[in-house]
Each structure stands twice: as structure tokens, then as C-alpha cells.
């Protein structure tokens, strides 16, 4: 396959999506990284794949500070991330572009929190030229509960609701946009013929009130993936329809994943995942994917062990 600029840009723009930054509500959770697949002192991780390369770097807590995402040596983006007290204060994508800096593409995303009553969050999107584009105010309820997100820009208000209902063993969350449903997610647990507890999360979106896709994970209490189930709207858009299904096999004392084999209507197949490691630290550094023979790579720095003297112990 041929590399192009177009190919790099396009990659790494998935790469961004698949930092855990999301619209709405999500944007307020503080990442770290173990979002990322990574254990121990890590202080930065390059990721370098076929197609381009992204950077991750970690305060000595483990949150996420800073992202960048490299299209070529004068094409790149940088995300900021600063945080106070648990909480997220500002988000800053700055682009650039042939070396310079554009200010026009740039966005900045600044959080304000009033906790005077029940807590409440503001974000204003700017561009670094300025111009406002969006602004989210994000309303908890007394058990700080996200109930409520306003986007308000000079256009419109949109206001999305979500309603907590419990039934029996299960718990359900429901998102409202409008006063159409949006997104359902439904939790429950069991346990498994090994004495295992296994944690069911439903996630079903919807389009205007209809069907559009769904996503069943289930998981163990360490947060490995047992199996996830995918769904689509049928046809005429009334119900949700299996698509495939993915059960995950994983390497022996770790969470790091050996195989998936994938189960459709008509077929099965394996997905595999040949692994190297940096020795005592026990993150991978390198990933081959088959039988596609795709390939991710990982350079992982770490912050330097702290020596504990007696000196310190007193201080």
C-alpha cells in the first residue's frame, strides 16, 4: 500500500477518535492510562503503526496532559489537557499546519465549575481566533448524577435528559434529546459456571427515536472483555438485528489480548494478536494483527523510580 499524505491525515484522525475524548458528557471524565493499555510509570507512549504515529504523555498521578498527533514532520496536532482537584479545566487543540500554527482550526475547550448546590459544569468551545462555537452547561443531581446537558450556540438549544430507572438487579440509564430517545445503556451482573461475577452492559443509540445500532460487552470484575455482541437496525428500522459476535481470548496472567474469534450468521473466523513485551515492566511494545498482518508498535518511557530513604520517610 502506498503511504500518502492523504492516507497519514486520514489514520490519524482515527487515532484522535480513538483517544477517549468524546462529545457531551463523557469529555468531563479525566483519562489515564489505563485507558490506554498501559501499566506502571509511564510517562509517555508513542504509538507507530503503517500509517502514522500518535504521543501520549502522563503526569506522575497517571492522567493524561498532552496528545499529539503527527500527519508528517510539519503537519501535526497537539491536545492540552489540564485538570484541578479531580476535575478537568481546560482542553486545548492546537493544529499545525506546514509549521505554522493556525489559530482558525485551533479550539480551546474551558470548563467552569460552580458546586454552590448541586454541581454544575460550563463549557465554552472557542477558536483560538476567538470565535465562540459551542457551549455545554452539564447539571448533576444531589447524588451527582449527570442529569441534564444544554448545547447552546446562535443557532439553537438542544437539552438532553437522562433518567436513572432500577429494575430489580438492573440498572438502566436513558438519554433524551429533545424529548426523543437517544441512547439507553442497561447494566446487570451474574455469574458465570467458574464462580466468576460477569458485569452485561446494553448500550442501544437511537436516530430521532429510532433504532440505529447496539453494542452488548460483557466483562469481569478486572475489566477484561469476555465477548461483545453487535447489532443494527433492520430494515425497516423498527428493531435491533445481530450482526456479529466477538469472544475474546487473552494471554495467560495478563490482560493482554491473544485472540477474537468473530462469529456472523454465516461465518466464523479468528482475529490474532502476536505480542512483544518490554520485559519486567509488562507493557507490549509491539503488535501484529492477524491475518491482516497489520502491525502496531509502541515506545514507552518511564518516570524513574523513587528511592525511599529514611530521609524521605521523615520528610
Keep these: 500500500m502506498t503511504i500518502t499524505k492523504h492516507n497519514l491525515y486520514n489514520f490519524c484522525l482515527v487515532l484522535t477518535f480513538l483517544l477517549p475524548i468524546t462529545i457531551g458528557a463523557q469529555e468531563l471524565r479525566i ?3 489505563a485507558d490506554f493499555n498501559l501499566i506502571g510509570n509511564v510517562k509517555k507512549s508513542t504509538v507507530i503503526t503503517n500509517y502514522g504515529k500518535e504521543e501520549f504523555y502522563f503526569n506522575k498521578e497517571g492522567k493524561l496532559t498532552k496528545s499529539i498527533t503527527r500527519y508528517t514532520d510539519e503537519d501535526y496536532s497537539i491536545t492540552y489537557y489540564k485538570y484541578s482537584n479531580n476535575e478537568i479545566l481546560e482542553k486545548r487543540l492546537e493544529n499545525y499546519r506546514d509549521g505554522v500554527f493556525d489559530k482558525n482550526t485551533s479550539i480551546a475547550h474551558l470548563y467552569k465549575i460552580d458546586t454552590t448546590e ?36 446562535d ?11 432500577v429494575y430489580g438487579a438492573e440498572k438502566e440509564q436513558a438519554y433524551y434529546l429533545n424529548g426523543k430517545l437517544l441512547k439507553s445503556i442497561r447494566e446487570s451482573y451474574k455469574t458465570n459456571s467458574k464462580g466468576e461475577k460477569l458485569k452485561t452492559v446494553l448500550t442501544k443509540e437511537f436516530i430521532k427515536g429510532k433504532p440505529l445500532k447496539a453494542e452488548e460487552v460483557v466483562t469481569k470484575e478486572n475489566g477484561s472483555i469476555v465477548s461483545k455482541d453487535y447489532f443494527t437496525a ?10 456479529k459476535k466477538e469472544v475474546y481470548t487473552y494471554k495467560k496472567d495478563n490482560q493482554v489480548i491473544d485472540k477474537i474469534t468473530v462469529k456472523t450468521a454465516k461465518k466464523t473466523y479468528d482475529v490474532t494478536y502476536l505480542h512483544q513485551f518490554d520485559g519486567e515492566n509488562g ?11 497489520t502491525y502496531i508498535t509502541r515506545k514507552i518511557q518511564y518516570y524513574p523510580e523513587e528511592v ?8
Design 234 to 243: 433492520d430494515a425497516a428500522e423498527t428493531k435491533f438485528v445481530f450482526r
Design 283 to 293: 507493557n507490549w511494545i509491539k503488535q501484529v494483527i492477524s491475518p491482516d498482518n
Design 155 to 165: 443557532e439553537e438549544i438542544d437539552e438532553t435528559t437522562i433518567e436513572y430507572t
Design 308 to 315: 525511599v530513604t529514611e530521609e524521605t520517610i521523615k520528610n
Design 118 to 153: 448541586n454541581k454544575k459544569v460550563t463549557e465554552k468551545i472557542l477558536t483560538y481566533s476567538k470565535k465562540f462555537l459551542d457551549q455545554y452547561e452539564y447539571e448533576f443531581d444531589a447524588e451527582n448524577r449527570l442529569k441534564v446537558i444544554k448545547r447552546i450556540n
Design 31 to 33: 483519562f489515564s492510562k
